[in-house]
């Protein structure tokens, strides 16, 4: 079946715009996860979210960044006034529940230039 | 909350021999250890996990060792193959309503 996918795929922005980047997660999956990954750098856990529960939001690096996720589907990571600093590689991934394998996508690398 | 370290950050070994990685982790109560192998360009996949229930399990080349007293585990992989080249994360997950914890990943390098 059809995997995670993430869009879009890649995103150069000018410092101090909004950017929206968007998750599609694997259809029955109640759990989401966004990770955010620097050139050759680990996973660092932006946010989680579970069901109905309210998200984890203990990994988001400032107010700058949010999430939402809708009808317990789609979820939409969103960076207000980018910062160079936010040039990653921003990854998706979600899990049947929580903590079983998870499936990522392939991710959006976004460029603040 | 839960920390995971993970070490070596870099490891390099000769086609045909053994590498291993280890991780440790501070939350008792954790129950959940899994390893993703991320290829270059690429986006992480599971490759193993363990539950705490049991202490070791195998897959083909590829094996995961818990030691719950002394809240670590490793991954084993025997006979690597170039292919095996790889960045290798490890996590652990704590009971609830709480996400994986990565470790900060291993790059292993297998030389022909």
């Known amino acids: 079946g059809a995997g995670v996918s993430q869009s879009p795929s890649n995103k150069v922005t000018e410092k101090g715009k909004d950017v929206e980047l968007r998750c599609d997660p694997i259809?029955?999956?109640?759990?989401l996860y966004w990770y955010r990954q620097s050139l050759g750098q680990g996973l660092e856990f932006l946010i989680y979210?579970?069901?109905?529960?309210?998200?984890?939001k203990s990994g988001l690096p400032s107010d700058r960044f949010s999430a939402e996720r809708t009808g317990g589907s789609v979820s939409t990571l969103t960076i207000q006034r980018t910062q160079q600093e936010d040039s990653a590689v921003y990854l998706c991934?979600?899990?049947?529940?929580?903590?079983?394998?998870?499936?990522f996508g392939p991710g959006t690398r976004l460029t603040v230039t | 909350g839960e920390n995971v370290e993970q070490h070596p950050s870099t490891l390099s070994v000769q086609e045909g021999d053994s590498a291993v990685i280890k991780c440790t982790y501070s939350?008792?109560?954790?129950?959940?250890f899994p390893w993703y192998k991320q290829e270059l360009g690429k986006r992480p996949q599971l490759i193993i996990d363990?539950?705490?229930?049991?202490g070791e399990k195998k897959d083909q080349r590829i094996a995961v060792t818990l030691n719950k007293t002394a809240k670590h585990f490793s991954l084993h992989i025997t006979e690597t193959q170039p292919e095996d080249s790889a960045v290798y994360f490890c996590?652990?997950?704590?009971?609830?309503?709480?996400?994986?914890?990565f470790g900060k990943g291993t790059r292993l390098s297998v030389i022909a």
């Open positions: 259809s029955g999956h109640t759990a």
């Open positions: 939350d008792s109560a954790s129950n959940y």
């Open positions: 979210f579970q069901g109905n529960s309210a998200p984890d």
């Open positions: 996590a652990a997950s704590s009971p609830g309503n709480t996400p994986l914890v």
């Open positions: 363990i539950r705490s229930n049991v």
């Open positions: 991934a979600s899990s049947e529940v929580n903590p079983y394998e998870q499936y």
